[in-house]
Structure formats: structure tokens, C-alpha cells
């Protein structure tokens, strides 16, 4: 399934807007972002095994991590990759849930819910 740039960023801005209204007033200094493939320098920094991608990326200081001293800093930034979304879903519906799916998880990060955490509570 492949959509134009326009419409997988909109449909990222759906997700967004879905979150509720106690997580999204808490999303301060984070911007998200579209971007096609992971970079190589991307899925090293992030761990993933050969053979595999990333969906997204979170890439900041988490807020559980975050101390009286943060300030002045650039935004964390979550990023969603476009082409390992549309390669693994067959249709728009899929597509919307994927984008979601994902941009929860990223957003789990931001909160600082790892991965494990992430997976114990059934997550994926």
C-alpha cells in the first residue's frame, strides 16, 4: 500500500489528534516528523537487529528523565518512517491503525516507557 506524502502526514495528524486530552496538553518540546527509511545510523543507535526496521523513533530526554535544569533545548523529536508502514499494511484502514499503533508507542518513549515496560503490558 502506498499513499502520497500528503496523505500519510495527514493521517499521522489524525493519530495526533486522537490522543487523549491528558496525554496531548502533556506533549511540550516534541515535534514529529515523516520521513521515507530509517537511516543506517538510525536503526544502529536504536538497536534493531539486521534484517529488521523501525516503524519509529523517539529521540529526546524523557520526561521521567528530565530535571529541574531542562530548558533551552531543542525539541525531542519523534520520527515515523513511511515505507516500512506501507510496505507491511494492505489498505488504508491498516494504514491509519498502523500510524496509531506507532505513534502511541513513540509517544510511550516520550513518557519513559521502555520497550520492555512496553511489552509486559501487552503492548505488541
Not at 9 to 25: N, W, Y
Not at 38 to 61: C, D, M
Not at 84 to 91: F, G, R, T
Request: charge should be negative.
Amino acid at each position: 500500500m502506498h499513499l502520497s506524502e500528503t496523505r500519510f502526514e495527514q493521517l499521522v495528524a489524525e493519530a495526533i489528534d486522537a490522543l487523549p486530552e491528558a496525554f496531548a496538553s502533556r506533549l511540550h518540546n516534541v515535534e514529529v516528523v515523516v520521513e521515507g527509511w530509517p537511516s543506517r545510523a538510525q536503526l544502529r543507535h536504536a538497536g534493531v537487529p539486521h534484517n529488521s526496521t523501525l516503524l519509529g523513533l523517539y529521540e529526546g530526554v524523557p520526561l521521567t528523565e528530565r530535571t529541574s535544569g531542562y530548558g533551552l533545548v531543542l525539541p525531542d523529536k519523534v520520527t515515523i518512517f513511511s515505507g516500512p508502514i506501507e510496505q507491511m499494511c494492505a489498505s488504508e484502514d491498516e494504514l491509519r491503525a498502523q500510524i496509531a499503533h506507532t505513534i502511541i508507542h513513540e509517544f510511550a518513549h516520550f513518557f519513559g516507557i521502555s520497550d520492555d515496560q512496553l511489552r509486559r503490558m501487552g503492548a505488541y
